[in-house]
């Protein structure tokens, strides 16, 4: 049963409460539906738990910016602390020391300044993005995987990741999956629900020894990352990474080598956000091609069609900023941001919110209601031209509603909004000059496929699933411009292939010896 003043919700049923109805795909929606019955603060009881939906920007201002203090807490997840032994810092509690500790890392680490030493960097994988593309539009979806997961590996570790068939590129993409696989709510028994269950031994529970085999590879691959850090810095070849400085101040910062490892490990996992809103902007391309002729209008006037984008190109783009904020309106890659969990008891306008109740920020129904965005299904870069919020300037805005919601809020909110937006912003800009991009074709009728634009992962992250499409160069003197950009790189790129495989610096040194032929 409800306790008195919880926010209304859906019947419960004795003991289990919402469990029965409780959505296991893609509950975004479900909690969607259910606000436009229930209000946009709703509680659901799941047993003894209690959860509460936010899904208005004002519950969200009220609740997680405001009273951050109360709700800056995570719910426990035991299977992320067997993993990482509880130095995770998405999941860590508050106001507990490590988080704080972990925290402060990794905002002094990812600050503006810091950013601005890697965007040199960062432009020289984005060229290899084109390459890549070019060289092989079938594989599109996989390049845009590697070059986050590269990208991120460089700014954290220093260390870059060639190919997507790269050591530390394909350990950890599969361990990601895995990682996601044992976290995700119904990919375990619930533990959490049900703590006696973690007591069962090892040999007659196999998902304590899938979590084990998950961290032991966790262990292993930020492990050996970190230690190429030490032998940089040891040898005095720093290249800038986040992790050297972290190392050099760990005293300062008051790091431990665990939570050094730990901290690297959050930050890179952190990265695969980016590449879901690549995908989704390709997605989205190809299903609008006036939205795309638009945007590529844009870069040409700015940009022109004989040198590939700067950074400072962007400036001069409003329609990419739009197009940008409605590919994150409308399929936002984390629909529900990640659960936020009351360390302390609060009263709200007469809703109660108990201690320990987890509460969700239902981005998705904030996004997509009626009352503020004209027609939210369609997809509508110009409704960002008309209001910098995107919202229909006929009606009057919800007052909470602010930038980058899509990030979360609070103490908690995301920590890595600049890099994402940059390596995004880079990456989008460079794609929409050099290519154009069409619905596949189906080989034994010829004709076009739409993608799906419903087919996503469902569980915490909304990442589309693997499409096909067509992908061609804009001209021929692009495709020249391309590969000249990508050798031109090559000292950029150099000082993160220190540590590169032996057959990755093969690879890569018959890679430009061919493009300067
Ligand atoms: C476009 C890309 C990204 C999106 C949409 C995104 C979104 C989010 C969201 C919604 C949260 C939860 C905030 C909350 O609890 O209220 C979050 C947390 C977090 N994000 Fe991101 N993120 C992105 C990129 C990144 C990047 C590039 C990094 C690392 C370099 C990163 C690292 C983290 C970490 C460590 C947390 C946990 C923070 C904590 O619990 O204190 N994110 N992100």
Redesign the pocket.
């Known amino acids: 049963r409800r306790q008195n003043g919880l926010p209304p919700g859906p019947p419960t049923y004795p003991i289990v409460g919402n469990l029965l109805t409780f959505p296991r795909k893609q509950p975004h929606i479900q909690f969607s539906a259910w606000a436009r019955t229930y209000g946009d603060i709703f509680s659901l009881k799941v047993m003894h738990l209690t959860i509460i939906v936010l899904n208005s920007p004002t519950a969200v201002k009220e609740l997680?910016d405001k009273r951050s203090q109360s709700t800056?807490n995570?719910p426990g997840s035991l299977i992320a602390d067997m993993i990482t032994g509880g130095l995770n810092?998405?999941?860590?509690r508050y106001p507990d020391k490590i988080?704080k500790t972990?925290?402060r890392a990794?905002v002094a680490m990812?600050n503006t300044n810091n950013l601005e030493k890697s965007k040199p960097m960062l432009r020289a994988e984005a060229s290899q993005l084109m390459l890549d593309v070019l060289r092989n539009p079938e594989n599109f979806y996989e390049d845009i995987s590697r070059l986050?997961t590269s990208s991120?590996l460089a700014?954290?570790y220093g260390h870059r990741a060639v190919r997507s068939s790269s050591s530390e590129a394909k350990v950890f993409r599969q361990l990601q999956l895995d990682f996601m696989n044992v976290v995700e709510v119904g990919k375990s028994p619930p533990v959490d629900l049900i703590p006696a269950l973690a007591w069962v031994p090892e040999r007659y529970a196999s998902w304590k020894r899938r979590v084990m085999s998950v961290s032991r590879r966790y262990d292993a691959l930020y492990g050996e990352l970190l230690s190429l850090v030490k032998g940089r810095v040891t040898r005095g070849q720093q290249n800038g990474a986040f992790m050297e400085d972290a190392y050099l101040r760990r005293n300062e910062l008051e790091l431990s080598d665990a939570m050094l490892l730990n901290l690297g490990g959050?930050?890179?996992?952190?990265?695969d956000?980016?590449s879901?809103?690549l995908q989704n902007l390709v997605l989205l391309l190809v299903a609008h091609p006036e939205v795309q002729a638009k945007a590529q209008k844009e870069v040409d006037d700015v940009v022109g069609h004989d040198r590939p984008p700067a950074w400072s190109d962007m400036e001069h783009m409003p329609y990419l900023r739009a197009l940008l904020e409605e590919v994150?309106r409308f399929r936002?890659?984390?629909p529900l941001?990640?659960?936020?969990a009351m360390s302390q008891d609060e009263w709200v306008d007469g809703l109660f919110f108990p201690k320990g109740a987890v509460l969700f920020?239902n981005?998705w129904a904030i996004f997509h209601d009626e009352r503020y965005f004209a027609n939210p299904e369609k997809f509508e870069p110009e409704r960002f031209l008309r209001h910098p919020l995107g919202v229909n300037p006929d009606v009057t805005d919800d007052p909470g509603r602010r930038e980058n919601m899509?990030?979360?809020?609070?103490?908690?909110?995301?920590?890595?909004?600049n890099?994402?937006?940059a390596?995004?912003g880079i990456n989008a800009v460079n794609l929409l000059w050099a290519f154009d991009f069409s619905p596949a074709k189906d080989p034994c009728s010829g004709e076009m496929v739409q993608p799906d634009l419903l087919a996503f992962t469902e569980g915490v992250n909304a990442t589309p699933l693997p499409f096909k499409c067509t992908i061609t160069p804009r001209s021929t003197a692009k495709a020249e411009i391309i590969c000249q950009c990508f050798l031109e790189q090559s000292d950029v790129l150099g000082l993160y292939e220190q540590d590169a495989s032996p057959e990755d610096k093969g690879y890569l040194s018959e890679l430009r010896s061919s493009l300067r032929r």
């Open positions: 997680i800056a995570r810092m998405g999941a860590a988080w972990l925290r990794a990812l986050t991120f700014i954290i959050t930050l890179l996992g952190g990265s956000t980016s879901a809103v994150n936002p890659v984390g941001a990640l659960p936020h920020i981005l899509m990030f979360g809020g609070g103490r908690r909110v995301c920590p890595g909004i890099a994402g937006k390596v995004v």
